[in-house]
């Protein structure tokens, strides 16, 4: 009978100890199951987290619009993961928390919109670009701060978490030592289970997603074992890989467009050489259309060690040929081919021509104008295996081949201003040049001409017969003697201001004195030539240039200057003659050296600039101003 009761007991005992673990292994299990379930979803929030601040540093940098759609789909999809959370109890606090700092993210991302969208800062004047600048840099940290402190509430979230399946396996341990050795030795056999099967791989698994969080890319996880947590530090390990390439592939891009938006000559071979190491690619290469629309060239290789260059291949090729390679260049998607060896038959040609070139796998964008014209291509090779394509080394692609577009346009257009500039400076030469020719065409006949004449009607009128004067006849004669010296003299100003004769017969430095005495006849500025060399032997064109600068620059002194001496000294070098003309007036305004109807300032400046040479005005420390002009002599003839 003891002994019936006592197995009945025992019987119980059993049931009972059965029960217990059972009901503590399903309360553990659950609790396991919502740990995972919760870091699961802490796992995608922190993806997104990351999402979001490589989103916006990509509007920002890039503007790109398409990273605003991008955007609000990883908002969108932090909502609803931050809802699924709700159906865990015990964490409300901290989802409240989690959903206040997603409601600021969003709010300072529309913020940051407005802020792009607004036409008054972004339009107006440096200022207000200014402002609008130091806006975004300040939205721009507050998302940071705000998305990291949501980073830090999920890992806080992930560390109750795992200290609640803690406390469960303690519980679970604990009465089964209180109730039955039985139970102590399972839970003592399972304690070291749970530990190596689930808390330790936890710890490892929230210390490398707080070490990802924090920006440590490089770092990776390593979880191995078929269970979720390896799949969640997979995971993890995957997200980090991709955000470190997508991070390596930016860099690679913003280094490639500062250098081809850089006011000197890129170099193309090194910019694909960057591209090229950072997509991680065999080849990289640039094809430019011809003039005539349908020949293309490779201008521009860059080759991975091992691989050979077949840039001495494609010369001269004809779009022609390849038909549908031409027709898909043209898309917005460009030519993408992942095998080559599995082209459909249509491809035939360009399927030859990639195989005699060892390629199994390419990408092309298309490098296209404003007006939508095709201008060439780049792209990339893969020597060594089939290979999928990223989107992102499609974005790489298409940005470098747009901002290429824009740098070829771009200097096009400054080569067809360039000689523009050219053609109208040689027309400004050639105009100034027969208005010089006229000028003495007309100076010489006004004065060999019409000075004759005058001089023959004085000579007649002092030959007047004595016996036909009298007092009003006197009288008469003296006044139109008047008139004709007053004549003559008028003749003689005009054919000098035209061209003074005294420059073609007597050379630069007579005409320079005759300035200068004209200067203190009319103006009463007192005038010096100091020449510090004998009289140089110049082209009638530079005589002239020099000229016309010393009689323009007097003329301003005479005009504005107030000054009360001035000094006009030649110079002559072994590569190079200098005129300079001094003052000692109140100087040369500032505004007026940029000021656009200066025209007698320009004039002076493409005179000298016709001859290869430069004219500049300055103000003197002590006073006044300096003209000085330079013009380089010209080469001796050849024997």
Not at 377 to 401: C, H, K, M, N, Y
Not at 522 to 545: K, Q
Not at 606 to 625: D, M, N, Q, T, V
Request: hydrophobic share 40%; glycine share 8%.
């Amino acid at each position: 009978m003891k002994i019936s009761r006592l197995l009945r007991l025992l019987l119980v005992m059993i049931v009972a100890v059965t029960l217990t673990l059972g009901t503590l292994l399903a309360i553990t299990y659950r609790t396991i199951e919502a740990k995972n379930n919760i870091q699961a979803i802490v796992s995608r929030i922190l993806h997104s987290t990351a999402g979001l601040n490589l989103l916006i540093h990509e509007y920002l940098v890039f503007q790109e619009p398409r990273a605003v759609s991008q955007w609000q789909g990883e908002y969108g999809d932090m909502a609803e993961l931050l809802t699924r959370l709700k159906q865990y109890p015990g964490y409300e606090s901290l989802y409240d928390r989690m959903e206040r700092q997603q409601q600021r993210i969003g709010g300072l991302f529309q913020r940051l919109q407005r802020i792009r969208t607004d036409k008054a800062l972004q339009e107006g004047g440096a200022e207000r670009q200014q402002l609008a600048i130091e806006l975004e840099q300040r939205i721009q940290t507050e998302l940071m701060v705000e998305t990291h402190a949501l980073s830090a509430i999920a890992f806080r979230l992930n560390g109750l978490s795992l200290k609640e399946v803690q406390r469960a396996g303690w519980r679970a341990a604990g009465v089964g030592i209180t109730a039955y050795g039985v139970l102590a030795l399972l839970l003592a056999a399972v304690h070291p289970l749970f530990r190596r099967w689930v808390a330790a791989p936890l710890r490892r698994l929230q210390g490398g997603a707080k070490l990802i969080g924090e920006g440590y890319l490089s770092h990776r996880i390593n979880l191995r074992g078929d269970n979720e947590l390896a799949e969640l530090a997979g995971s993890f390990d995957e997200m980090a890989s991709h955000l470190q390439r997508r991070l390596r592939l930016q860099k690679a891009t913003a280094q490639v467009s500062a250098q081809f938006l850089s006011s000197g000559e890129p170099d193309f071979t090194q910019a694909l050489g960057n591209l090229g190491e950072a997509v991680e690619v065999n080849r990289a290469y640039l094809f430019r259309l011809r003039e005539d629309g349908r020949t293309f060239d490779n201008t521009h290789e860059w080759c991975a060690a091992g691989t050979s260059a077949v840039i001495e291949q494609l010369q001269g090729l004809d779009l022609a040929d390849f038909p549908y390679f031409n027709a898909l260049l043209r898309t917005p998607e460009g030519f993408v081919v992942e095998d080559v060896q599995h082209m459909p038959p249509q491809f035939s040609a360009e399927k030859e021509i990639f195989e005699l070139q060892g390629i199994r796998a390419l990408m092309c964008m298309p490098i296209l104008s404003n007006s939508g014209e095709l201008r060439g291509f780049i792209g990339f090779d893969d020597t060594q295996s089939p290979r999928r394509w990223e989107r992102d080394d499609r974005e790489v692609l298409r940005t470098v081949a747009e901002v290429i577009g824009g740098v070829w346009q771009q200097r096009e257009a400054s080569q067809a201003l360039r000689r523009s500039q050219e053609e109208l400076q040689r027309l400004g030469a050639y105009l100034e040049e027969v208005r010089e020719q006229e000028k003495k065409s007309i100076a010489h006949e006004i004065h060999d001409e019409l000075g004759s004449l005058l001089t023959k009607m004085k000579m007649d009128l002092a030959l007047w017969p004595a016996e036909e004067r009298n007092d009003a006849v006197n009288q008469r004669l003296a006044m139109q003697e008047q008139w004709v010296n007053e004549a003559v003299r008028t003749v003689r100003r005009i054919a000098i201001s035209l061209r003074p004769k005294v420059l073609d017969q007597f050379g630069l430095l007579a005409a320079l004195e005759f300035l200068a005495k004209d200067m203190e006849t009319h103006a009463r500025i007192p005038c010096r030539v100091a020449p510090d060399s004998a009289e140089p032997i110049l082209p009638d064109g530079h005589a002239t240039a020099l000229f016309r600068i010393c009689q323009e620059a007097l003329t301003n002194v005479a005009r504005h200057a107030q000054a009360s001496a001035v000094e006009i000294r030649l110079e002559l070098t072994e590569s190079e003659v200098i005129l300079s003309v001094t003052d000692d007036g109140v100087g040369i305004a500032p505004e007026a050296l940029t000021r656009l109807d200066s025209f007698g300032l320009g004039g002076m400046r493409e005179r000298a600039k016709h001859f290869g040479g430069i004219s500049a005005i300055s103000r003197r420390p002590e006073g006044g101003s300096r003209v000085e002009a330079r013009l380089p002599l010209p080469a001796p003839p050849p024997g």
